[in-house]
């Protein structure tokens, strides 16, 4: 985002209780909320869970959920697992960076979910 948007990010950050960072990029005018930790990832996640996306990103956050899940098992200490986090990634948003295009040249992208009919929850 824009740095101008910054009270925005900070909104965002005190509303999931103070998780995560918010960092100015190099060189640009933008900043960025991270959340690094994988214990406060599961903070993050539960909200999803709770309030769902209701566009495609949804089966970003499917595929992103599965790749903490992965992690979560450990499963990413192996080369298979490394190539399963890497073959979701594949699938999300924009797909891989050249560098990791490079680094794992047998990518076998994962089924993006099809996300249909999504309604806002009701909160209560």
Not at 25 to 40: G, L, N, Q, R, T
């Amino acid at each position: 985002m824009h740095q101008k948007d910054r009270v925005l990010l900070e909104s965002i950050r005190n509303y999931f209780n103070g998780v995560g960072s918010i960092y100015k990029e190099e060189k640009k005018d933008s900043i960025k909320y991270k959340v690094a930790s994988v214990k406060e990832l599961s903070i993050i996640i539960d909200h999803f869970d709770k309030y769902p996306l209701i566009t495609q990103k949804q089966a970003d956050y499917i595929l992103f959920k599965q790749a903490v899940e992965l992690v979560n098992r450990k499963e990413h200490l192996t080369s298979e697992g490394l190539q399963k986090i890497v073959n979701i990634r594949a699938s999300i948003n924009i797909g891989l960076t050249r560098a990791l295009t490079e680094s794992f040249p047998n990518v076998t992208p994962v089924s993006r979910p099809l996300v249909l009919n999504q309604k806002i929850k009701d909160p209560n």
